[in-house]
């Protein structure tokens, strides 16, 4: 995905969190002004239930983000990271 000027995206993961929950917090996360999400599948090659179907969650702030929206962003996390365990931040990338 190209990311145009101005725009951050990071790439975070929850370990172990299955496919739906992560369809959720990509859904809630996307009712965030400014804010764009979405999914990537898991690097397995086969099917294992103790593995996740998603390898992680992107999230993308447009130029209509601001810090409050930022803010929502990080509280939206840190409800899933109560409720799942802690996540991992793989990558962000600035351009």
Same mark, same amino acid.
């Given at each position: ?5 101005? &725009?951050?995206?990071? $790439?975070? $993961? ?5 496919? *739906?929950?992560?369809?959720? /917090? *990509?859904?809630?996360?996307? &009712?965030?002004?400014?804010? $764009? ?27 209509? *983000?601001?810090? +409050?929206?930022? $803010?929502? +962003?990080?509280? /939206?996390?840190?409800?899933? &990271?109560?409720?799942?365990? *802690? ?9």
């Amino acid at each position: 995905m190209q990311i145009s000027q101005n &725009q951050f995206k990071d $790439e975070i $993961e929850f370990p172990g969190l299955p496919l *739906a929950v992560y369809r959720e /917090i *990509a859904a809630h996360l996307q &009712q965030v002004d400014g804010v $764009e999400t979405g999914l990537y599948p898991a690097a397995y090659q086969q099917f294992d239930y103790s593995h996740s179907q998603i390898g992680g969650l992107w999230i993308q702030y447009n130029q209509y *983000a601001n810090s +409050v929206s930022r $803010e929502r +962003v990080a509280q /939206i996390l840190a409800y899933y &990271q109560n409720c799942y365990g *802690a996540f991992r931040k793989l990558n962000s990338a600035v351009e």
